[in-house]
């Protein structure tokens, strides 16, 4: 509930707010941030990182109602596939050894202001298509 004097957030407000918060929550959990926003293939990788010497591929969900869905539930099949072929221009153009790759989504939960109440990730949440 927005208290007075308190503005509602935009999806891009929110969804900025999401990724930082993600990237933090992760740092905190032993994952290594490469980058972020990368672009290629004509899709977006939220944050590339390191963990547990594997090479993470995250896509982040913020959301402020689960009325309609779970966030995670927005990464879709094709959402998934334009994920992987971003991922796989990431380790064609930067990668120099092989090892393994993962997909995580992180779930972040926002009151309407842009308050974080809660993040959940989801560790191997798909599979590379």
Same mark, same amino acid.
């Given at each position: 509930m927005l208290r007075r004097g308190q503005k509602r957030k935009t999806k891009q407000e929110l969804a900025r707010?999401?990724?930082?918060?993600?990237?933090?929550?992760?740092?905190?959990r032993g994952y290594r941030i490469? &980058? %972020?926003?990368?672009?290629?293939?004509?899709?977006?990788?939220?944050i590339v990182a390191e963990h547990q010497g594997a090479l993470v591929f995250v896509e982040v969900k913020a959301r402020s109602t689960t009325e309609f869905a779970e966030p995670h539930q927005s990464v879709t099949f094709?959402?998934?596939?334009q994920i992987a072929r971003a991922a796989a221009t990431y380790v064609a153009?930067? &990668? %120099?050894?092989?090892r393994m790759t993962r997909f995580d989504v992180v779930e972040v939960f926002l009151t309407a202001e842009g308050r974080v109440e809660k993040v959940n990730v989801i560790e191997g949440a798909f599979e590379g298509a």
């Open positions: 707010i999401g990724e930082e918060h993600a990237a933090r929550y992760l740092r905190s490469v &980058e %972020r926003n990368y672009r290629g293939a004509g899709a977006e990788v939220d094709w959402k998934q596939r153009s930067r &990668e %120099r050894r092989e």
